[in-house]
């Protein structure tokens, strides 16, 4: 199997909580590298950037709001099958459907607040690690 590189988003509802220290532990003991990290506050601009594949969704304006409503923690994630194996990490998207030990069952408190974001797909992992970070920034 090779290494992969997916993309993490600590979103505002949990860096408001303070819990980014927490979830990016979660994140280590699974096996996965940080191999990049950084605190950002999007503009409503640059979370409609990122979301576009939903534009046409009814969730589409809330979730841009969501994501620009405060900082949220950006990272580089590596590890082997690292796409599927974060996706699993982090858990169904409403938190109380979420398997027990997952980031979102433990710190989501709804599914406009499930605390991460990752990247479904090769393609798409590729696409928003080059939105949030320069090969310069990828230490791995």
Known sequence: MAVERTLSLIKPDATKRNITGAIC???ED????????????????????FYAVHKDKPFYDEVCVIMSS?????????????????RTLMGATIPSAAENG??????????????????DSAENAEQEIKMFFNELEIIG
């Open 25 to 27: 532990k979660m994140i």
């Open 70 to 86: 405060g900082p949220i923690v950006a990272m580089v994630l590596e590890k082997e099958n690292a796409i599927a194996d974060y």
């Open 102 to 119: 997952t980031i979102r069952k433990q710190f989501g408190e709804s599914v406009d607040k499930n605390s991460v974001h990752g990247s």
């Open 30 to 49: 699974a096996g996965f590298c940080i191999i990049a990290q950084k605190r950002v506050k999007l503009t409503y601009e640059q979370a409609s950037r």
